[in-house]
């Protein structure tokens, strides 16, 4: 069990590292996308999701935040940014709704014991699952991470980061994700973003060794 002590140096730094957060956003932003914190809840580390009206919520995961460099914290929170700014926040759509239906279902008739209601109950639970993970792994949701990564990257260097730091830092910050990240496909989206990060970097290179 966590000590006063820890608990409340903690929530020192959310409240700080929110303050923070919320200054780095492009004055366009400010007004209508928040910072908050969402220890252990969701997401597993940071994401952006919309709150309802026109407002965005970028939450973080303070406790795994805290031990990441402040400049890997930068580029992360600048992806989720450019997320925004290109429209790509992430939508739920039916999928959802049916998903909990389903198990709601399955478990009403698994009570009741019928088994045809129940079948069906667990075929709108796979086909919802499948939609969502679908989803998750289309060509599309790729290319819109791969792009929010490069616009962290003009934020940062618009921030006074060089080229290659902001490319360090955001190939550092990916591979500890990746680190704590088991097998699935969360894993395969950060290596393609990995590899699509160093393709960039590399080119950024040549580029001005020319």
Not at 56 to 79: F, G, K
Not at 132 to 138: D, M
Not at 166 to 179: E, Q
Not at 183 to 209: F, H, M, P, Q, V
């Amino acid at each position: 069990m966590p000590s006063p002590t820890s608990s409340s140096l903690r929530n020192t730094f959310a409240r700080t590292e929110i303050r923070r957060l919320q200054d780095l956003l492009p004055p366009e932003l400010q007004a209508w996308v928040k910072v908050l914190n969402a220890d252990g809840v969701r997401p597993p580390l940071i994401a952006c999701e919309e709150a309802g009206g026109d407002e965005v919520v970028i939450l973080v995961d303070m406790v795994r935040w805290e031990r990441m460099a402040e400049d890997q914290r930068n580029l992360l929170y600048w992806h989720e940014v450019a997320r925004i700014q290109n429209d790509a926040v992430p939508k739920d759509g039916w999928e959802v709704a049916a998903l909990a239906i389903g198990l709601g279902g399955a478990v009403g008739e698994l009570w009741v014991q019928n088994g045809l209601l129940f079948v069906l109950a667990l075929g709108i639970c796979g086909v919802a699952g499948f939609q969502l993970w679908r989803k998750g792994t289309s060509k599309k949701d790729i290319r819109n991470l791969i792009e929010a990564d490069q616009g962290a990257i003009r934020l940062a260097v618009r921030n006074g980061y060089p080229l290659p730091a902001a490319y360090k830092s955001l190939g550092s910050a990916l591979k500890i994700m990746l680190s704590d990240t088991s097998k699935g496909r969360s894993r395969t989206l950060i290596e393609k973003r990995l590899d699509s990060l160093r393709s960039e970097a590399n080119k950024a290179r040549r580029n001005y060794e020319n």
